[in-house]
């Protein structure tokens, strides 16, 4: 991000590069040096390939079989898609059907030169296809074919459905289709970055594999990362990210069935949202702005322009150098905000009901995602009540002093001690899911609403799952004056915020909302030891890329 403020441009420097500057140049040159090599031999891969993949003219079944032209790629003839059956449709209700299906080549088996076994993959659904030549139906070109396809390629598969006689170890269909005809759509490099093989493997199997004397891959996360549009092609990935949608959707169906409305604020903003250092800054057309560190101010002003109740699904930007497992400097937000009658006590009726129903429609709707994750990565099931438990901060507090923890009365609690009171909350409650409330003012935002009884205590919550703390959430202060008052006592520089706090001078409802990260509640829930491996393309202090 560029600075708020302009800068001056600078002279041409007359001194001699400085020797770091030369290593630096030294080690680029050798860098692209590098990659020039890797993408010459990339480049002698697939000229090799495509001549082992090169299709017999004098064959009489050559049209069975080859690369499909990219003129008939590039929406050339419209085709009814209904033709295609999904891989996790292919049953044994369908024996002796001819089908046509589209995935990519897992994996391949030659046996000899007339038969090869292929492993295509759908949306993490696989089937074996066999291509075995038989007289004016396959032919020896065509096995040959299929055999020097390269793994992840893109490929279209016609045959007849079979079910064979004993079970399918390598496939999750039960099924086998005997190939006809088979077409490579997209060809994958010949040798990949990462073996999508090692990516899927989980720590057990190495660990097992160590103790038998050998020494399996193991893919780091940075690789992953690196290389994340391969990454994700994994079971477990696969899961992740369906399980993210489902509560994404989750949220959202119950929000819409108890009356709130879908908003969509801007983040591109004149001020800060939250207060703190931690905000991108930016030249916004001669003036100084940020990114949303949540979309805080504009869904109270929605709440002061009658909305009632609303939420939004929406990004979130975090300037902190938080370099954790559980901090990102972009995720998504879950946000809402709404009116109340009396008490914030229905905010948090709101998050309780909420939630429960979110891990019910998870573990009635996701079984096989989680079972993709678990197997990868394990996990317990998380346990939760059906009534969620509440404490008080300084009921939680008291209970990590009984514990030998020491905790400042009016300070925020730590990793540790989150992780701790979640552990004692579990072994006395039985719950890895819990509020705890009226929080110091002192550690909450400047829109916080003091509690009427102690002004150092808040009418704020936070939510856990695990030990790790997922919502923060409060009555907002809904009075103008005080809202200044606050928002000065906490650095933060009134003018910016002035259409904020003014959208309070016209009368205001008593309100208060929430806010929660996706990719948080998706670690926590499926127990996961890195947010970034709940994020598709994670942003962090460290990374912008892919």
Known sequence: MSSSEPQEPSAPSSEPPSSDQSISKKAAKKEAMKQEKLRRRQETALASAASKLAVDEEDPLAGNYGDIPMEELQSKTPVDPSRWTRVENLEKSLEGKHVMIRGRAQALRPVGKKMAFLVVRESGFTVQCLVQAQQDLVSVQMVKYAAALSRESVIDVEGLVSVPSEPIKGATQQVEVQVRKLYCVSRALPTLPINLEDAARS?????????????????????????????????????????????????????????????????????????????????????????????????????????????????????????????????????????????????????????????????????????????????????????????????????????????????DLNTEAERKLGQLVLEKYGTEFYILYRYPLAVRPFYTMP??????????????????????????????????????????????????????????????????????????????????????YPRDPLRIAP
């Open 203 to 411: 720590e057990a199997e190495i660990e097992k594999a160590l103790q038998a004397g050998e020494q399996l891959v193991r893919v780091n996360q940075d690789t992953r990362l690196n290389f994340r549009v391969l990454d994700l092609r994994t079971p477990a990935n696969q899961g992740i990210f369906s399980i993210q949608s489902q509560v994404e959707n989750a949220f959202r169906q119950f929000l819409l069935s108890e009356g709130f409305r879908q908003i969509h604020t801007p983040k591109l903003i004149a001020g800060s949202s939250e207060g703190g250092a931690a905000v991108f800054r930016l030249d916004y057309k001669g003036h100084p702005a940020c990114l949303a560190q949540s979309p805080q101010l504009h869904k109270q002003m929605a709440i002061c322009a009658d909305f009632g109740r609303v939420f939004e699904i929406g990004p979130v930007f975090r300037a902190e150098d938080s370099f954790t497992h559980r901090h990102l400097c972009e995720f998504t937000g879950l946000d809402v905000e709404m009116e109340i009658k009396k008490h914030y006590f229905e905010v948090m009726d709101i998050v309780d009901r909420l939630f429960v129903s979110i891990f019910d429609s998870l573990n009635q709707n996701c079984k096989k995602d989680l079972a993709a994750v678990a197997y990868q990565y394990p996990f317990e099931p998380l346990k939760y009540l059906r009534q969620t438990l509440r404490l008080t901060y300084e009921e939680g507090v008291q209970m990590l002093k009984d514990a030998g923890v020491e905790i400042e009365p009016f300070g």
């Open 451 to 536: 509690c009427y009884d102690n002004p150092q205590y808040s009418n704020s919550f936070d939510v856990f799952i695990r030990g790790e703390e997922i919502i923060s959430g409060a009555q907002r202060v809904h009075n103008a004056e005080m809202l200044e008052k606050r928002a000065e006592s906490c650095g933060i520089d009134v003018k910016t915020i002035s259409t904020y706090i003014d959208s309070f001078r016209y009368g205001a409802p008593t309100h208060g909302g929430f806010g929660v990260g996706l990719e948080r509640v998706v670690m926590l829930f499926c127990g996961l030891n890195n947010i970034r491996k709940a994020s598709l």
